[in-house]
C-alpha cells in the first residue's frame, strides 16, 4: 500500500486517483482545472466548488481542499498565489472633501493589495507524507474570467516537468 493510499485510508476518504474526474459533475468554469491538478501525482483535489451568486442574493466562495505532498507544499503555495486575480484600483470618491474633486488613479497595479483580493488557507489534518490544505478566496473571484483563467494556466504549469520551470542558465 502506497503512502497516498494509507493517508486516504486515514481520513476515510476514497483515494482521489481512483476518480474520473472526467465522468463527474463538477462546476463548469473549474473543471479543467479540477481534471488538470489531479493529474499531477502531488496534489489532489477532495472538495471544490467555483463559487456562485445564489437568487436569495448569498454568495458561496470559490473553494479547493487539496491533499499536497508535504515537500512541494511551498511550491503548490506559489502556484496557488498566482491564481489571485490582478488588483486593479478604481477612481474613489472620498468623503469629507468639499469639492469632491480628489480622486486615487486608476492605472492598474499588477499585484494584488489589501482591499483588493483576499483569499485564506487553512492547513487540516497532516502526516509525515501529505497535508489537507483548504484555499478560499473572496467573493470578487466569483464569475471573474481572469481568476478562472489563471487556475488553468496554473493546472497546466503544475504538469510541467520542472526542468521547463527553471529560469534559463
Not at 496534489?43 to 491533499?67: A, D, K, R
Not at 511551498?74 to 496557488?80: A, D, G, M, R, S
Not at 488613479?105 to 489589501?114: C, I
Request: hydrophobic letters at 30%; charged letters at 20%; aromatic letters at 14%.
Amino acid at each position: 500500500m502506497d503512502n497516498l493510499t494509507k493517508f486516504c485510508n486515514a481520513i476515510n476518504y476514497p483515494d482521489p486517483r481512483t476518480t474520473n474526474f472526467e465522468e463527474i459533475q463538477l462546476d463548469e468554469q473549474i473543471k479543467e482545472f479540477v481534471i488538470n491538478v489531479n493529474k499531477s501525482n502531488w496534489i489532489f483535489t477532495l472538495f471544490s466548488c467555483q463559487g456562485h451568486n445564489e437568487e436569495n442574493n448569498s454568495q458561496t466562495l470559490p473553494y479547493f481542499v487539496f491533499i499536497v505532498e508535504n515537500n512541494r507544499i511551498q511550491e503548490f503555495l506559489k502556484h496557488i498565489y498566482n491564481t489571485v486575480p490582478t488588483y486593479n484600483k478604481q477612481h474613489i470618491n472620498l468623503p469629507g472633501i468639499a469639492n469632491n474633486s480628489i480622486m486615487l488613479t486608476d492605472t492598474p497595479t499588477k499585484f494584488p493589495l489589501a482591499g483588493g483580493h483576499e483569499f485564506k488557507i487553512n492547513p487540516t489534518y497532516s502526516d509525515e507524507n501529505y497535508t489537507i490544505i483548504s484555499v478560499y478566496w473572496d467573493t470578487k473571484c466569483i464569475d471573474n474570467k481572469e481568476f478562472y483563467d489563471k487556475l488553468k494556466q496554473t493546472a497546466e504549469e503544475i504538469n510541467l516537468p520542472k526542468k521547463y520551470l527553471l529560469p534559463p542558465t
